[in-house]
């Protein structure tokens, strides 16, 4: 049962470029959606979010795009840097305590 | 600048055996999490607790066991460990579970394998 699906195993940019990483959800009960990045040996860390009422959500480099009719979400990294390679994933919140991961995206930015 | 400890960071089961991975937050949050990561899997919850004395199901928690007795501590057990436990389990707290920018803050990761 994946509720939250990231189809894109990996993805390569070169540095300077826009990195687009997608996911896709079943539910359309989630109201709440998140990207984490986690490097190796380490636990993930939040990085942004956004509310089933708005489209679109900014910070720095970062942006989330949702689109609720297709039940989709990207996050954008623009530009991207040797920095932003780890692994990203999406999740996907329903009520209290009710969370979903996708299976995460590794990124690779090369110099 | 602590926040989410998790020990041990790795660890080698054999079938059978029991072992309470432990996991404590600085935070004061009321929420507490276990979660297990599985080769190109996601965050599978096991168990969360909204506040000491409360704890309940996530989505997969056969073959687990958690107790919280304070704010602090959520420790999680496991009593007869099988292969399939074999994960990486990350311990999480958040302060609450509304509103926006609410996030959960993880700790490093436990590396347990079973043989």
Redesign the interface.
């Known amino acids: 049962d994946?509720q939250?699906k990231?189809n894109s195993?990996s993805l390569s940019v070169q540095e300077g470029r826009i990195s687009i990483l997608n996911c896709d959800y079943t539910n359309s009960m989630f109201d709440?959606f998140?990207w984490?990045k986690k490097y190796p040996?380490?636990?993930?860390?939040?990085l942004i979010?956004i509310?089933s009422i708005k489209d679109k959500n900014e910070d720095g480099r970062f942006t989330v795009f949702l689109n609720k009719s297709a039940k989709h979400l990207s996050l954008h990294i623009v530009p991207s840097q040797p920095g932003d390679s780890a692994v990203y994933?999406c999740?996907a919140?329903k009520g209290?305590?009710?969370?979903?991961?996708?299976?995460?995206t590794r990124l690779t930015v090369k110099p | 600048n602590a926040g989410v400890t998790q020990t041990p960071k790795f660890r080698i089961l054999k079938i059978g055996q029991s072992m309470t991975l432990q996991c404590t937050q600085d935070m004061n949050h009321n929420y507490m999490y276990w979660y297990r990561q599985d080769p190109g899997m996601g965050l599978k919850l096991i168990y969360y607790s909204v506040g000491a004395g409360i704890t309940d199901k996530g989505e997969v928690p056969n073959g687990y066991n958690v107790s919280r007795s304070t704010t602090e501590d959520f420790p999680l057990r496991l009593e007869l460990a099988a292969p399939s436990q074999t994960s990486v389990y990350f311990c999480a707290s958040s302060y609450s579970w509304e509103g926006a920018g609410n996030t959960i803050y993880f700790g490093e990761g436990s590396w347990l394998t079973v043989v």
């Open positions: 994946q939250v990231q195993p709440y998140l984490y040996a380490e636990g993930p860390t939040f979010s509310s994933f999740a919140k209290d305590n009710d969370m979903r991961f996708g299976a995460g």
